[in-house]
């Protein structure tokens, strides 16, 4: 990072000097961006914007006992956009001075005009409001390389004591510092300075031929002075290392539809794939979504209510505005089983004539933003998670997951275990192989019979793949018992 | 070749020469570097007219350098020579913050494919870029034959046309500089239909390095819409046992999560199921399995690895026996193997393994007689989620697909899963087909397996 030395402000007090950042470095001068947004104006322009990002993540990475590699990468650009209609013209450059801007700018709007229009003038500089979720001094933004490197040797010996049976421990930790700024048509300054870190363990146990994985990850939009918390590590490698050997034991998983107990936090990802996607302005708008015109209607049982929150403090999915300048909100999707909202980007709340929600958010300069998801969950409810449990006649309990994947206009969604238990009687018998659950969107929340009062939010891991995008999200989930959903088991 | 390209090939070897020196210069023992330009150009339309075009030039390096047994990488998009100076003194820095590894470093001078010129791969459409109009024309009527399929499809969620040019150079500090260019036209639509309460989606695509290659935008439309309609009113299989005919498209899966379980960095971190089994019979009998990185307009040809090794012709898989693992240089040297000239390099990373062209050799039954000889089970159509882990073999995803009875297709099915290990899988293999699937680097046809368990109502 390139601010000035010794400076101790915060984020959203430094909205003017992180402009003054890329005039400095790209000599994008108020004159520039103003001669920039001319070319963005018109009377067939519903919306434009230029959004400039200069990124620099480090990274390190330990396997076999030692720190093998560490990089560092810079990736900077510029993406000019303009929408009419249902049009949109996109362009980019990684060049980036005022000619260059021009005429990235100018591409976008030969291909969304077609040369029709004629440009007016812009009056860049109004400050967009703008949250301080994750303020940071320019000190915290430092983690010296040597620090990094015991860190992840903590991790590893942590990993390591755990069990006998622990062969593999690999770990690594990502740092990032995303600097952007967006002009929107109608002059409108944002700027948002982002940090965000991950910190990750997988663990191999082997007993025999027997070799099974556990991973715990963590990390959030906070200043990396505080990912020295060497307890915090500890503990994290040790559950990786503990879902290894609890997998040792693992017997072959059942099939068939079951009733299944979801765990706290990370299972959160049912949210993110049965209902959030298919909540998305974008195909809600153009109706391919299994929830396309159905707001008002029962989607879940009255036990469950759904919000999307880009504004809680520090988390992986919050952001103090969207990528088009819109300050990030609380949005009510299913409030006690009726559907209520969409997540909206510009381009289709206004198509649809609903309000933005500060959900448009992009990978990087080399895309357009789209409506995404921030921090997923579901609030929790009056149940003792112990009796949600207690409850389960025969059926699985699970607490970790990896990765999930939906058809958003059948609805059919899909999440695999990564831990999880046969249960019968409401007592744990043993730990099942990885299987794949299988569920229908708009019905799986119809069949939660008990919501626990233990939400949780996941540790800060989720990363959330569209049309070739990655983002990263969160999400969150009480103990819930859904009575029926199908379990892709061999047994 | 165009002046254009040849002018920006020597551009990027004046870059990569650059950063080389830079590294030297600056302090590292031994370095390597690539340069990736990429043209691209796609545009989408919906409902008869344009929802979006993208037009993108980019360009990024990626430096590794060594001091010694040591080594960091750095990536930038920034190719102000001050800037990439400053990296590579960064990158010099952290190579001396990591810990020495005796298994890191370049390739042996011996194994460089130093010989030029390169072998002509057909990769690049040289022939000129189809115009913006002509680009239009084919995404619109790939709609409307889509659109116009059947009165049941409702919408689409657009057709769009994508062309790239990519240029991939690298270079290293022990001599070797190549690059390779290619060229991608592809092209695709998604078709959503509608009856009653049910709703589905399906799409079709092509894709090849020459633009005349590509099917006709007619045909992918009809297919796309096709697929989508007899999606319709799906229902659930029972739980239980069945044989499972995935189609080439889907099969292609299957032989990717081979080839990771058999990358020589899972071998040496003990992270696959298949450690230990090199010599043995890991797959059904009619199982054999090649790769050919010099497969003319092949997706994954290439004249040299992601380390600039020399590449060969090899059968991976002999009637279900594996003949070795892949190997790049540190793998290769953690294991004592040579390599194999499997690495591959992304830009912001160290090499990890990977393969160019992958043929299975097909047999001789079309898709008719291996439904027949199938009898009952699913065909599988789509596969979705990340069930599947190579360390353990344990294999479980969500499927959508057809119910299959003596030999015949009968209703659509969806909503359930598909599980086994990667072991009984591949060793349940019992028929391969004669359908090869042309648009990847995969080229594979059906597979017919049994002893799969099918998770449904």
């Known amino acids: 990072m390139s601010i000035s030395e010794g400076s101790t402000r915060e984020s959203q007090e430094t909205g003017r000097d992180l402009a003054g950042f890329f005039e400095h470095r790209f000599g994008a001068t108020p004159e520039v961006l103003e001669s920039v947004m001319n070319l963005a104006s018109g009377s067939h322009v519903d919306f434009a914007d230029l959004y400039f990002e200069h990124t620099v993540s480090e990274t390190m990475s330990l396997e076999e006992g030692i720190v093998k590699k560490a990089g560092s990468h810079v990736s900077q650009g510029a993406g000019a956009r303009i929408i009419s209609g249902e049009k949109t013209g996109f362009a980019l450059t990684e060049e980036i001075d005022p000619k260059m801007l021009r005429l990235t700018m100018a591409t976008a709007r030969e291909i969304a005009l077609h040369g029709g229009d004629s440009p007016a003038r812009t009056q860049v500089g109004k400050m967009a409001h703008s949250h301080s979720l994750y303020p940071v001094t320019e000190e915290g933004l430092v983690l010296a390389t040597d620090v990094r490197r015991e860190l992840l040797s903590e991790a590893d010996r942590a990993a390591r004591a755990y069990d006998h049976r622990v062969k593999q421990v690999m770990v690594s930790l990502a740092t990032e510092v995303k600097t952007v700024l967006t002009v929107r048509e109608d002059g409108q300054l944002s700027t948002d300075l982002r940090p965000l870190y991950r910190f990750n363990i997988t663990v191999i146990a082997q007993n025999g031929t027997n070799r099974q994985t556990g991973s715990y990850g963590f990390g959030g939009r906070v200043p990396f002075s505080s ?12 559950e990786a290392a503990r879902q290894a050997v609890v997998n040792l034991d693992a017997r072959d998983c059942p099939s068939g539809t079951m009733a299944v107990v979801l765990g706290p936090g990370w299972p959160g990802i049912l949210l993110h794939e049965a209902v959030g996607h298919g909540l998305e302005g974008d195909f809600n708008r153009k109706g391919t979504s299994a929830f396309s015109g159905r707001i008002g209607e029962k989607v879940a049982s009255s036990l469950c209510t759904v919000i999307d929150d880009g504004t809680i403090p520090g988390r992986r999915g919050s952001l103090n505005v969207d990528d088009e300048g819109t300050p990030t909100s609380r949005t009510v999707l299913i409030e006690k089983g009726i559907l209520r909202g969409y997540l909206q980007d510009r381009h289709n709340a206004h198509l649809m004539g609903m309000k933005v929600t500060g959900n448009g958010r992009r990978e990087s300069y080399a895309h357009a933003p789209m409506p995404r998801m921030t921090n997923t969950s579901m609030l929790g409810g009056d149940s003792d998670p112990k009796e949600i449990l207690e409850s389960l006649d025969r059926g699985i309990y699970a607490v970790n997951f990896g990765g999930g994947q939906v058809d958003i206009t059948s609805g059919k969604f899909v999440f695999s275990t990564s831990e999880a238990y046969y249960v019968e009687k409401g007592r744990i018998l043993y730990p099942v192989r990885g299987a794949t659950l299988i569920g229908s969107g708009p019905e799986v929340l119809t069949k939660v019979s008990m919501v626990g ?10 990363t959330c793949g569209k049309d070739g995008q990655s983002v990263p999200v969160g999400v969150g989930l009480p103990t819930i018992m859904v009575e029926e959903l199908t379990v892709g088991g061999t047994a | 070749m165009s002046d254009d390209a040849v002018e920006k090939i020597a551009q990027g070897e004046d870059l990569l020469s650059f950063v080389l020196s830079e ?32 037009r993108s030039l980019s360009r990024g390096m990626g430096i590794r350098v060594f001091r010694g047994e040591s080594q960091a990488i750095v990536s930038t998009s920034d190719l102000n020579r001050n800037a990439l100076s400053e990296l590579v003194r960064e990158a010099v820095r952290l190579a001396g913050e990591t810990a020495p590894d005796p298994y890191a470093g370049l390739p042996d001078p011996a194994d460089l494919e130093l010989h030029r010129p390169l072998p002509d791969l057909l990769l690049e459409d040289d022939s000129p870029e189809p115009s913006s109009r002509l680009r239009l ?24 046309f994508q062309s790239s040019r990519v240029t991939r150079q690298m270079g290293n500090t022990r001599g070797f500089l190549g690059g390779t260019r290619r060229t991608n036209y592809a092209l695709s639509v998604t078709s959503i239909a509608k009856e009653g309460d049910s709703m589905e989606r399906d799409y079709w695509y092509d894709q090849r390095p020459f633009f005349r290659d590509l099917d006709s935008p007619e045909a992918i439309g009809t297919e796309s819409s096709r697929r989508a309609i007899r999606r319709l009113h799906p229902k659930r299989p029972p739980t239980g046992n069945a044989r499972i005919l995935f189609d080439p498209e889907n099969a292609r899966s299957l032989i990717g999560h081979f080839l990771s379980a058999i990358s020589g960095h899972s071998l040496y971190r003990d992270a696959t199921y298949l450690k230990g089994r090199e010599g043995t019979s890991v797959a059904s ?4 399995i090649t790769e050919d990185p010099f497969l003319p307009g092949g997706f994954g040809s290439r004249p040299f690895d992601g380390e600039g090794v020399r590449v060969t012709r090899k059968e991976i898989l002999s009637g279900g026996v594996l003949n070795g693992f ?23 990373d160290s090499p990890s393994v990977g393969t160019s062209n992958i043929l299975v050799t097909p047999g001789s039954s079309d898709r008719a007689a291996l439904l027949k000889q199938m009898g009952d089970g699913i065909l599988v159509t789509e596969l979705i989620g990340f069930g599947v882990n190579t360390v353990t073999g344990d294999y479980s995803r969500g499927a959508f697909g057809y119910d299959v009875r003596g030999g015949e297709i009968m209703g659509p099915l969806s909503e359930f899963t598909i599980a086994g290990t990667l072991d009984s899988l591949f060793l349940g293999i019992i028929g391969v087909g004669s359908d090869l699937s042309r648009r990847s680097s995969i080229i594979c046809p059906s597979i017919l397996v049994e002893g799969l368990r099918v998770s449904g109502i």
């Open chain 1, 227 to 238: 990912i020295p918390d060497i307890e915090r590590i500890r503990s994290g490698a040790r």
């Open chain 1, 453 to 462: 009062s233990d939400m949780a939010l996941d540790s800060g891991v989720g």
């Open chain 2, 23 to 54: 590294s030297k210069r600056l302090g590292a023992t031994d370095a390597d570097a690539i340069y990736v330009t990429s043209d691209d150009y796609s545009i989408s339309v919906r409902k008869g007219d344009v929802e979006k075009v993208n």
């Open chain 2, 137 to 160: 024309e084919i995404a619109l009527s790939c709609e409307k034959a889509a659109l116009s399929y059947d009165s049941r499809i409702a919408s689409s969620e657009g057709a769009e």
């Open chain 2, 285 to 288: 009998g009619i199982l054999t």
């Open chain 2, 326 to 348: 892949l190997f790049d240089t540190y793998s290769a040297r953690k294991t004592g193997h040579k390599t194999t000239g499997n690495a591959v390099r992304s830009l912001g």
